[in-house]
């Protein structure tokens, strides 16, 4: 039998589930798709290794990335969950906050989304800690014991959220509590909010803790029936789940944490951007994330993705590290509908079941990838590599009859039409990342990838004034290719409340310290060598009075001036000034880092300059430049060699995505098989 050798990365999208299969002897790198099984996601995971053709005795590692959290929340699939915290505090989650979502600021009739939790369904327990941690009442187990036969035997409870006052400061509470309903109740399944986060904020802290309950007895029969599935085909390797914030953590770890996966799929691509960015020299790079059913975007500045410390989930905040991403729902998935007269794509999606009219498959409503396939940018004979025809005759006459008909439109004016709704709303979420945090998107390059990525980055690239697209190798699964360069991570932090000039710096990194060791603790149970571990230590901060706060790297050594110096370096870049103000620490944190191998990036041969060995022929196509239907040279990327240039009009064809160049903008093949769109007079 031979040693094993290969590395593994699945992805599940909304449409498609991607298999990126790394040969660590050769380098050489294989891609297959497979399409999502929403009714069992584990069936559409091992189809897509099937594809592939993978002999799973030989996988060292497989690293998977998944929504299916995510989606038990929006979807409302989770198992029955309650809420075990203090006497008189039972409603801190169904109150929540005041505030009300950007996108619904001036509804009147906005109402929130319906609870993940009836109030029926908490219970409140006598025990209470200060705000300093200090015990005002000690717990009553017998307290804890009526709650939990009211909750497990009355309403049905299979999980239960334990979150008390102030208990970051001290789980001693939470523990016991614990303890006493496992002994009653072995079967039940147990999330305690210090297991999960340790700061402050009551109702973030609940919420955070109350998702996991949610979605943790769905996530463990999802990841138990895939072990099962993988060994039963032979697999023995180590398998890992991406984290939202970047990184992995093994299956049995993410099984404990599984909202730290909630958003484990785009983060793939974000940590495989960052490794490009260093890789091909760019420090300034915007991601462009298209698959079946949404667009993510995220920012990296100097080679390093953009975090944040607090994601949300509908309107419910989850206290994990995560990548800023932008999500909009606009996909190739997305369906154009009227409203009214007036045009708009998603943010429903035709999913994988039924999907895109020209699919097939059942689905009666028009989407993007129904108007690109009217629009010429989609061989309809070569989709998916040849695996999947589409059919372009349903495609146009679902088109005609809903939009336009309606329009008084021409099919492909109203093809151009669902393309230009959706350039709209994609412009407005890169803006939200770049020009109203400070940065000018001029000054990036876009790393376009996702099944539509490339097909709309470079009119995205004309809308915006973008310098240059820069499209990796299989963009359909850049994702799952990201995923083989993540380390494995895990965070921790506790909650210090105190201003930098206060702060006693020698107790603070004895704190420190304790959290560095529960940190190597973590990294050598899913193991890692000492000599792989990196430990890296943060504070939050904010001027004395803010609301909002930022993260700053600190060494070894506290200096109180170099702390102050990175705060305001950060600052100023994020808000264009500095104050005087005294400094406040909310938080600190400490990142553990088990160091991986990467793969390295495919250097092919120099071609000798001339394309028009890959050009397929010519086809009729929607120019944005020209605003009319003209031919397009039409490329296969597999024949494209380093040094081959060209300027559009040009389709880029790979098997599983089209790269569509607009007139007036220029493509190079650079030293290792990508392609860079720029504009021609500027390259010229």
């Not at 030989?58 to 929340?73: D, M, R, Y």
């Not at 929130?112 to 209470?128: C, F, M």
């Amino acid at each position: 039998m031979p040693e094993p050798h290969i590395r593994l990365a699945v992805d599940i999208g909304g449409t498609f589930v991607d298999a990126m299969e790394l040969d660590t002897r050769t380098n050489r790198v294989r891609f297959r798709k497979a399409s999502t099984t929403p009714a069992r996601p584990a069936d559409g995971v091992l189809n897509a290794i099937a594809a592939l053709g993978t002999d799973l005795s030989t996988v060292e590692l497989f690293i998977h990335g998944t929504t299916l959290g995510l989606n038990a929340v929006l979807e409302r699939r989770g198992g029955a969950t309650g809420i075990v915290t203090n006497e008189g505090f039972r409603d801190v989650f169904l109150l929540g906050r005041g505030n009300v979502p950007d996108d619904h600021m001036y509804d009147f009739t906005y109402q929130r989304p319906e609870s993940l939790v009836k109030r029926r369904y908490t219970a409140g327990v006598a025990g209470r800690l200060d705000y300093r941690g200090r015990v005002v009442e000690e717990l009553d187990p017998e307290s804890v014991r009526a709650a939990a036969r009211t909750l497990v035997e009355e309403q049905g409870v299979r999980s239960i959220a334990i979150c008390f006052l102030h208990s970051f400061l001290d789980p001693t509470h939470e523990r016991e509590t614990a303890r006493i309903i496992r002994e009653l109740y072995p079967e039940v399944s147990l999330s305690l909010s210090t297991d999960i986060v340790r700061e402050y904020r009551e109702y973030e802290r609940t919420s955070t803790t109350v998702l996991e309950a949610y979605i943790r007895p769905i996530f463990e029969r999802y990841v138990d029936e895939l072990e099962n599935g993988l060994a039963g085909r032979g697999f023995a390797g180590r398998f890992l789940i991406m984290r939202s914030g970047g990184g992995s953590m093994t299956s049995t770890v993410a099984k404990r944490s599984p909202t730290h996966t909630v958003l484990s799929g785009p983060a793939g691509g974000i940590v495989g951007a960052a490794y490009l960015a260093g890789a091909l020299g760019r420090d300034n790079m915007l991601t462009f994330d298209i698959g079946g059913t949404s667009l993510d975007a995220c920012v990296i500045e100097r080679q390093t993705a953009v975090a944040a410390y607090e994601a949300q989930l509908e309107h419910f905040p989850l206290l994990i590290p995560t990548y800023d991403i932008r999500t909009i729902g606009a996909g190739g998935g997305s369906i154009a509908w009227l409203d009214r007269g007036l045009l708009k794509v998603g943010p429903r999606s035709a999913g994988a079941d039924p999907g895109p009219v020209c699919y097939g498959h059942g689905g009666t409503e028009p989407t993007v990838t129904d108007a690109a396939l009217v629009l010429g940018y989609i061989d309809p004979d070569r989709f998916l590599g040849g695996d999947m025809g589409l059919r372009a005759d349903a495609a146009r006459q679902a088109l005609t009859e809903q939009i336009a008909a309606p329009l008084g439109l021409t099919a492909e004016a109203a093809a151009a039409g669902i393309v230009d709704v959706l350039l709209a709303r994609t412009v407005g979420a890169v803006r939200q990342i770049t020009v109203e945090r400070g940065h000018d998107p001029r000054g990036f390059s876009l790393l376009a990838f996702g099944g539509a990525g490339p097909l709309l980055a470079p009119l995205l690239a004309w809308e915006m004034g973008i310098r240059e697209v820069v499209v990796p190798f299989a963009p359909s699964g850049f994702s799952a290719w990201g995923m083989l360069s993540a380390d494995i991570v895990d965070d921790f932090a506790r909650t210090v409340i105190s201003t930098l000039d206060d702060a006693d710096l020698a107790e603070l990194d004895v704190l420190y310290k304790g959290v560095e060791a529960e940190a190597l603790a973590s990294l050598s149970g899913q193991g890692v060598a000492p000599a792989d571990t990196v430990l890296e230590r943060q504070l939050e901060l904010r001027y004395l009075g803010q609301e909002h706060s930022l993260m700053v790297t600190v060494g070894r050594e506290l200096r109180p001036d170099a702390i102050r110096a990175g705060f305001e370096e950060l600052h100023y870049a994020r808000y264009g000034h500095t104050m005087d103000n005294r400094l406040q620490i909310l938080n600190l944190r400490v990142r553990g880092i088990g160091r991986t191998k990467r793969p390295t990036l495919a250097s092919p041969p120099p071609g000798d300059g001339n394309p028009e060995r890959a050009m397929r022929g010519h086809r009729v196509a929607y120019d944005v430049a020209a605003r009319a239907m003209v031919p397009f040279a039409v490329f296969d990327r597999e024949k494209l060699a380093p040094g081959d240039t060209f300027t559009g009009p040009a389709l880029i064809d790979d098997g599983t995505s089209t790269t569509v160049v607009p007139s007036r903008q220029r493509v190079e093949v650079d030293p290792h098989g990508y392609l860079l769109v720029t504009f021609a007079e500027e390259a010229a």
